[in-house]
């Protein structure tokens, strides 16, 4: 019994510690593999995992690499391209870390 108590505490305190960044997607784009459609997102970053959710808190699976870079940033910034018509998210720089999510 004292197991399960010290292996769900650890659990929630990894749950804790996870940072969740919003963006906007102002116009359908591709993330990886993954179609959004515009509107408010969150990526959960908790150490090498991510999770993007919908505004509904929709669950998507998209490939995400996180990736960390030299110095902070200050902001959450997504960075996108167009290319043969079709508007992809490259990466998002997590505003207060220096990590960036880069989709594959």
Same mark, same amino acid.
């Given at each position: 019994m004292l197991q399960r108590i010290a292996i769900l505490a650890l659990l929630g305190v990894s749950l804790a510690s996870a940072k969740t960044y919003t963006f906007v997607v102002t116009e359908a784009s591709h993330a990886g593999q993954v179609q959004l459609k515009p509107g408010d997102y969150s990526l959960k970053v908790d150490g090498s995992?991510?999770?993007?959710? *919908?505004?509904?808190?929709?669950? =998507?699976?998209?490939?995400?690499? =996180?990736?960390?870079? *030299?110095?902070?940033?200050?902001?959450?910034?997504?960075?996108?391209?167009?290319?043969d018509g079709t508007e992809r998210i490259r990466y998002i720089e997590l505003g207060g870390s220096k990590n960036k999510a880069v989709f594959e």
């Open positions: 995992q991510a999770v993007l959710m *919908d505004q509904a808190g929709h669950r =998507i699976d998209a490939t995400v690499k =996180i990736e960390t870079a *030299d110095h902070k940033f200050d902001a959450t910034t997504v960075y996108r391209s167009k290319a």
